[in-house]
């Protein structure tokens, strides 16, 4: 069992930056690929980026590819996201999840564990 406990969320104006952290349980964090999604007001939950397991190759969303960057720690078993020139349509809530391979996956019913969601909210 994996537990995910995110943290960094926050109200920011557009063009600032915050960073989102991870924290994971599990002895095998590091074979694990992680991802980040996202789900704003009345829309449907939305990939945003992800790392793969041993290797740390990560994959992007096209909206924030250039303002958002994920990474990982194995020895502290966390993923972060940081993001820059945040935009009011990148509010929502996101999520961290763990997926049980290495392989990395754009889809969240690939993902067998979930954080419980922290707030992003940008004002213009």
């Known amino acids: 069992q994996v537990q995910l406990v995110e943290s960094g969320g926050g109200l920011v104006q557009a063009g600032g930056s915050l960073r989102l952290s991870c924290a994971a349980s599990g002895r095998t964090f590091s074979s694990y690929a992680m991802g980040w999604f996202r789900q704003a007001p009345g829309k449907e939950r939305e990939f945003v980026a992800t790392?793969?397991?041993?290797?740390?190759?990560?994959y992007y969303v096209d909206s924030v590819k250039g303002r958002f960057t994920i990474s990982r720690d194995n020895a502290k078993n966390t993923v972060d996201l940081q993001m820059n020139s945040l935009k009011p349509e990148d509010t929502a809530v996101y999520y961290c999840a763990a997926r049980g391979t290495f392989s990395p996956s754009y889809y969240s019913r690939d993902y067998d564990y979930w954080g419980q969601g922290t707030q992003v909210t940008v004002s213009s």
């Open positions: 790392i793969r397991g041993i290797t740390a190759i990560t």
